[in-house]
């Protein structure tokens, strides 16, 4: 079976930079995305990570440890705009992704 | 980027009537669809993926009689709930992939959110 952990909720100020951890374990194991869901909309692919380290797109970054079974989403210069849910999900061998239960980011001025 | 529609978006219906929910892609071919529900601030579970042309793959513990899916093109593929009942309110997205794309670069649908009276 797969199994994701993430935290339910962060809060933190705009301007900030604020990192969502997400553990998992899994059997077979290709790769970590994130998906950033603002309420009520469709998830929109932020990043992936196949490999260790850190990958840099903008203000977003996305960090993989496959030893530890470990990855991050981190934020930077945090804006209103970034408050919305942010889910990790593996990719199996067969070409499919499972969830995280994802994490509530509040951005508060 | 790549496009994908859902129609109804909102659906409000009495229990025990049949939804119809469709999902295109509008600028790909997409050969598999992926069908999630989302509970209020939960996760995607996946319910079912779908190939063109052949019979849809259910997940453990949905109800492929209650949940009917067709993907009769490479454009379009549909859900209906058939019977819907109160806890079948949800949101349902679908999500698209073309053929040999890695699953990463699925393409999610806006969602249609039912509400079963």
């Known amino acids: 079976g797969q199994s994701l952990e993430q935290p339910s909720e962060v809060t933190a100020v705009e301007g900030a930079i604020v990192q969502i951890n997400c553990t998992y374990q899994?059997?077979?194991?290709?790769?970590l995305s994130w998906y950033q869901q603002h309420d009520g909309g469709a998830p929109t692919f932020l990043s992936y990570?196949?490999?260790?380290g850190l990958e840099e797109t903008g203000r977003f970054s996305s960090f993989l440890s496959r030893s530890d079974s470990y990855g991050y989403l981190l934020l930077q210069e945090l804006q209103m705009k970034d408050s919305a849910s942010y889910f990790c999900?593996?990719?199996?061998?067969?070409?499919?992704?499972?969830f995280g239960g994802g994490t509530r980011l509040m951005v508060k001025p | 980027g790549a496009v994908v529609s859902q129609h109804p978006s909102w659906v409000i219906c009495k229990s025990g009537t049949s939804v119809k929910i469709e999902c295109r892609s509008l600028?790909?071919?997409?050969?598999?669809m992926f069908w999630y529900r989302q509970f209020p601030k939960q996760s995607l579970m996946l319910m079912a993926t779908?190939?063109?042309?052949?019979?849809?793959?259910?997940e453990q513990g949905v109800e492929k009689d209650k949940f009917l899916i067709n993907h009769a093109s490479l454009t379009l593929s549909t859900l209906t709930v058939t019977s819907a009942h109160p806890e079948d309110s949800s949101f349902y997205i679908c999500?698209?992939?073309?053929?040999?794309?890695?699953?990463?670069?699925?393409?999610f649908g806006p969602g249609t959110r039912l509400l079963v009276l």
């Open positions: 999500s698209a992939r073309a053929r040999g794309r890695a699953a990463e670069t699925q393409y």
């Open positions: 899994t059997s077979g194991f290709y790769g």
């Open positions: 990570n196949a490999l260790d």
């Open positions: 999900a593996v990719k199996n061998a067969g070409n499919m992704l499972t």
């Open positions: 600028d790909f071919q997409a050969t598999t």
């Open positions: 779908s190939n063109e042309g052949s019979k849809a793959t259910y």
